[in-house]
């Protein structure tokens, strides 16, 4: 079981070049990190006072 765990990388630079296709998975890791940043940012700042979901309290009847 504990083979399983240890890493088959030489070293942590051998990792982050993951086989000549590092720059193409960290960019990628990158953009969707971003992308999720952004929107729990925008899910977290308050609405606009003139937006029509925020004066509707109750919803629909």
């Given amino acids: 079981m504990l083979e399983a765990l240890t890493p088959w990388w030489p070293d942590v630079a051998a990792f982050l070049r993951m086989g000549r296709h590092g720059g193409y998975v960290w960019a990628a890791f990158g953009a969707c990190a971003l992308a999720v940043a952004l929107e729990a940012w925008v899910l977290w700042r ?4 003139g937006n029509a979901l925020a004066a509707d309290e109750g919803g629909a009847p």
Avoid: K, L, N
Avoid at 46 to 49: C, G, I, M, Q, Y
């Fill in 46 to 49: 308050p609405a606009p006072p």
